[in-house]
């Protein structure tokens, strides 16, 4: 199964004491997603070319999701099967 890298907007919160939150995903379309909960954070591979991006497993719409920043360049990604 091969994926594709679709950059998004987040809208994020930065925390007082350091970190950020992703509080919803924009497509590019405008429809937003908030999300309910982020469950872990964690510096790990996707399954698409990328600089070892942070990993934010989040729940959106009561669905596991992964979400992905990339430190160098500043985006956002998710990971979409390549049709």
Do not use: H, N
């Not at 994020?12 to 004491?17: A, E, N, S, Y």
């Not at 309910?36 to 934010?56: N, T």
């Not at 989040?58 to 430190?71: D, F, H, Q, S, T």
């Amino acid at each position: 199964m091969e994926y594709e890298k679709i950059y998004v907007e987040v809208i994020v919160r930065f925390l007082q004491k350091g970190g950020m939150r992703p509080l919803f995903l924009v497509w590019s379309d405008g429809r937003r997603y908030a999300v309910d909960r982020v469950k872990f954070i964690e510096r790990a591979p996707s399954r698409v070319a990328s600089i070892l991006p942070v990993r934010y497993t989040c729940m959106i719409g009561g669905r596991e999701k992964r979400l992905y920043y990339e430190e160098e360049g500043e985006r956002w990604f998710v990971e979409r099967e390549r049709l």
